[in-house]
Structures are given as structure tokens and as C-alpha cells.
């Protein structure tokens, strides 16, 4: 036998790195198998489970940090667009050889990050071995008042479509990275370069507008696949149509310098993925209330459309014209 | 625009294969961003996730059907080991190029019989691109009445130690399929090769036992990276040590076979993992018991050691003697 404090590998690595992320009673400190949670009375409980993977989602040689914050936020995005607040995640991690403890270490530090700052603790987590890519799976816990999620199939004809934020950013983050030359084609400054190539790396889930979004929304989830797609599935749950301005898509200043030097860019501003804004419709009698209570959270919320009767997909105008578009939406399949 | 009936790629492989098994109300058919569950009064809810590889935990041409039920089965083996009874699941998937239609068909097929057999309905999933491997990511939501979840850190000292089923199979069935020899060398006969073979491919997880457990057992958790070290795990959690007679592990009829051509076989037998059985501490008191409640349910209950007082690791006696184990847990790290 050996000495009694041998541990497993695993165990050392989840003491080390992700014992100090495992906040809450439910998770026992990570030494039992799983994680006992009393749910909280009155509640429903909103779940969802999103997965990034090296190489698709993210590049390979992207900061361990931002990849942890990634994973993690493009779930509580999800729980914003629901109007739901985080109660905690599961941490499912594949991990080629080649990933090195300094790469665990800061991956970890990242994760810690996002846990103290959305209040969304650690449950309970499994580490496997990838035979190649880095692929990091989370199932998030929300909490919404018993029967509040915000759903993709209530919005009614005549209300207001909305959204937070600024649109296509990281879609153009994206092509920054891929084509070197875009920069310059687009006369970017370097922060605005820097602005889009961040929004890429870091979404910035609307966690904080959840509740003004869950009191007034009658519809609604995130943008992770591209406005018009998006849209679309929205407007498929519910049985309805929309009319959406192109001209009124809230933009960055980065995004609007690009699209003013290659105007082609809409298309990818508007069906490109990786928004991580909330896309919901909302009673035109409830918008100013729902405006005002998100920018109470400093969250910007501007519309862009209506709700309209009929099944076709939503029509995208811009100056009183039809856009039409290759491809609505981002799919990898 | 395009016609009225476009969905996405990955939605159209959602509708047809996964939609089937979301039949509980909080899925709402998949067609939501999330689920939302009305969490059962007075009970805990149990949260465990586990992820399985291709090229790592599973062989890329085993087939996908049985990929599904592996992913799915080392989650609801983990909740038996709790006492807990499944509620339902979140899939998250990672398919590479080379994954067509036939084989994700093949895989909700399988997934669907378990589905069914364990009463256990798809909550909500992810499907993403792999660059290489298949991974499979499972998070299980159980249910225990409150405070009742079986805990690693519950063994007492005098307590007896139980395990379900039989040992070692699963390890054996791998080494079967990497060493073409094996077989002949081991003098094993076609149905107990297959018998092993199969204990690899599909684990049983003791769901039916749960009850039992939950009710007479002082701590648990099942074994999936070999009893040596999972006892080691249990004591370490419970500030115990133990003793187990390896003559009294329960063996298949394989498995005594192939141990009898090669008695050093006990290694692999007794540390490999896959096993997926339920270990427990029993107060002597409750042992009989514990074995009639889960007898009732078709689940062996085998009495193999005992818990002693101190922090050594267990020790694991054979005819009286010590045995020594270069590695007494699995671990991909």
C-alpha cells in the first residue's frame, strides 16, 4: 500500500483548481460524487446546457481564462434571455495531454472570475482526457418565480421586438482574426479592432436585465446564432412573423466604422453567431417600463421591429427594401 | 427570404432524433432555449455530470447506440450510489464531420431504450462540432427525499462494507478487446468472452437498488475507477480506513475463469475501472436487511470487508495475507 494521503491525479486537480470555485453547500467542496441541492421554495428551476470545443468555438492558443469564461457565459446568456438568475453550473472538461497544469491554473483563475461576479458557484464537475481538442461542457442552474421563464413561443402580434446591447460585434471580431487584412480594408482603429476582437472572446451575458426582461417580455432568448436566424426560431415558437429595420440594429462604433467601409458587412452583422445579446418582443404598452428598467441595470435596450400576423419568415428592411440573405443563421451542421 | 419551413441544420437533427425523447413537460418538446422544472416538493434534488470520449472511454466504432447508453448509464450509476432515483438528463454532444445521420440515428435509438427503461426523459442538449473525437457529456438530475442522499462521508467504523453485482468484469472485457491473446490465455469460453465483452460496452447501473441503499446504507458511491481506490475515496471522505478479503469479492463466472488461468489477474480485477456497482457502508445491524431490500429488486449484495478506525488507506487482505498494488485506482491523469 502506499502513503494515505495519496490521491488520484483528478482528485489533486479538482482540490487544487476547482475546490475554491465550489461555493455553495449543495457541492460539499467536490468530495462526494455529486452535488445535493434543496431547491429554492417557489421557484422553478431553468436549465440549460451549452458546450464550446477548441478549434470550432475557440481558437487552441486562445487565453485558458477567457475559454473557462466563455464556456460558462454563453450559458448564463441563455438564463438572461429567460429572465432567469444563475444558482450554479456543472463543469464537464476533455483535456488533450498536451494541456499543462499552468493551462488548468489559469483556466481555473478565470472560471473564479465569472463565479464571484454572476453569483453562479460550482456544483459538481467531471475531468476527462481528449484524445485532441479542448471541448468544455456546462449545465447551468437558473431560478425564475414558479411558471416566469420567459419563452421563445409568447410573442404576440403587434409587440415590440427588442434587444440589448450592440449587434455583429463578434462576428466581425471573428473575421478579424481569420483575414489579416480586414483591418485595414475597414479603416478600424486599433481600439475599435480591439473592441470587436474582445466582444468575440468575451461575451457579456445580460444577466443583470434579467428581471427587467422577465417583467416585461412577453417572448424571448439570446442571440448566439444571428439576429435573422434567431428571430426566426423565435418567431417559428410562437406562430407569428416580424418586420425588423436593419437601420435601427444597434451597432458598436467599430461595427458601424466597418460597415461604413464595406457595406456588404450587414449580412454578417446581422446572421453572424456569437451576439450573446437578448432578442425578445415585448407589448408595445410595457416598452418604456422595460427600457427603463433595463438601463436602470446599465443595460442599453433599443427596437428594432414588430410582431406581425402569418408564418413567413421575418422580413429584415433597410430603407423600405427587402435584405436577403445566403445563409439566416450560423449553423455548424 | 427562403421558405417558411427552413430550420437550421442542427434543429432539423433536434427535431427528428431528440425531440422523441424529451417527454417531460419541463422540456417543452425542445423546442425552448431551456427546460423549466417544477422542482418535486420536499425532496433534494441530486446533480452529477460525467462525459465520455471516443478514442479515451469508448472504442470509435463501437456502436453509437450503446455510446448513448454508457454516456447515459455512468451518470445513473452515480445517482444508485446516492440512493437516488433519475429525473432526467441534459445531453451535450460533440460530433466530428465524419458522424452522419445513420450513426446520431443510431445513437437516439439507444438512447431512447433507456430513456424509457429508467424513467429518465431528456431535459434539454447542445449539439456542437468536434474536430475529432465523439464526446458525450451527460449531466443527471436525481431526486432523494430531503436530507437523504447518500453521502461519501457517512462510513462509521464497524460498519460492514457491501459492493452489488460482481467485480472486475468490465476491466477484463477491455483487456479482451486490446490483447487478442487474452481469450485463449485465459481458457475462456465464447459466452463468457462476450459476457465480458458486453460488461464494458454496457454497465448496469444499480437504479433498482436505490431504495435500498438510500435506506439502509451510512455512506456510498459506485465504483467506476476500480474498488481499491474507490474504498480509498469512500474511507478518506469519511476519516475511516477498512479492511476487505479479495476471496470474498464477488466475481462473475467469467471473471473466475480468466482469475484462474491467471491469478494475476486480481490486479486489474480489483483496481480497473468501468465496474459501475454500487460500494457501501452498512451498520452490522442493517445488513440483512439491506440484502433482502435489495434482493427484492434483483441486485446481489455481497459483504466483503469491514471499516476500521485511522487514516490508513484500506487494506485488501487474500488469505490472510496483504496484497499490493503498483496502482490501486484508475486515472486518465
Known amino acids: 500500500m502506499t502513503e494515505p494521503t495519496e490521491e488520484s491525479g483528478e482528485d489533486r486537480l479538482i482540490a487544487r483548481y476547482f475546490k475554491p470555485l465550489a461555493t455553495h453547500p449543495a457541492a460539499f467542496g467536490l468530495v462526494d460524487d455529486a452535488a445535493a441541492l434543496i431547491p429554492p421554495p417557489g421557484q422553478d428551476l431553468v436549465l440549460k446546457t451549452d458546450a464550446i470545443v477548441g478549434g470550432i468555438h475557440f481558437f487552441p492558443d486562445d487565453p485558458p481564462g477567457l475559454v473557462a469564461q466563455k464556456a460558462l457565459r454563453v450559458n448564463l446568456s441563455d438564463l438572461a434571455g429567460k429572465g432567469a438568475i444563475p444558482l450554479g453550473f456543472l463543469l464537464s472538461i476533455a483535456l488533450p495531454k498536451r494541456v499543462d497544469e499552468a493551462w488548468l491554473a489559469a483556466f481555473s483563475a478565470g472560471l473564479a472570475i465569472d463565479v464571484k461576479h454572476y453569483n453562479c458557484p460550482l456544483l459538481g464537475g467531471d475531468t476527462v482526457r481528449s484524445p ?7 449545465a447551468v442552474i437558473g431560478t425564475v418565480p414558479h411558471g416566469a421563464m420567459v419563452k421563445r413561443s409568447g410573442a404576440k402580434v403587434g409587440d415590440r421586438i427588442v434587444v440589448t446591447g450592440t449587434l455583429g460585434d463578434a462576428a466581425l471580431g471573428l473575421k478579424l482574426r481569420i483575414d489579416t487584412g480586414a483591418a485595414t480594408r475597414w479603416k478600424l482603429p486599433r481600439e475599435q479592432q480591439q473592441h470587436l476582437a474582445h466582444r468575440y472572446l468575451l461575451p457579456e451575458p445580460r444577466t443583470a436585465a434579467a428581471g427587467a426582461i422577465r417583467a416585461h417580455a412577453s417572448g424571448g432568448m439570446d442571440v448566439s446564432d444571428g439576429l435573422v436566424g434567431d428571430l426566426a426560431k423565435l418567431c417559428r ?11 435601427r440594429v444597434p451597432l458598436s462604433a467599430a461595427a458601424r466604422t466597418a460597415f461604413a467601409a464595406e457595406p456588404a458587412l450587414i449580412e454578417p452583422i446581422l446572421t453572424g453567431g456569437d451576439d450573446y445579446e437578448v432578442l425578445a418582443s415585448v407589448p408595445a404598452g410595457q416598452l418604456e417600463a422595460m427600457r427603463a428598467a433595463a438601463a436602470a441595470t446599465g443595460t442599453a435596450l433599443t427596437e428594432i421591429g414588430t410582431v406581425t400576423a402569418g408564418h413567413a419568415p421575418p422580413s429584415v428592411m433597410l430603407h423600405n427594401k427587402p435584405l436577403n440573405f445566403a445563409q439566416r443563421s450560423f449553423s455548424h451542421f
Chains 1, 2 share one sequence.
Do not use: E, K
Open 132 to 138: 485532441d481538442a479542448v471541448m468544455v461542457s456546462v
Open 237 to 247: 415558437a410562437s406562430g407569428v412573423s416580424a418586420t425588423i429595420d436593419a437601420a
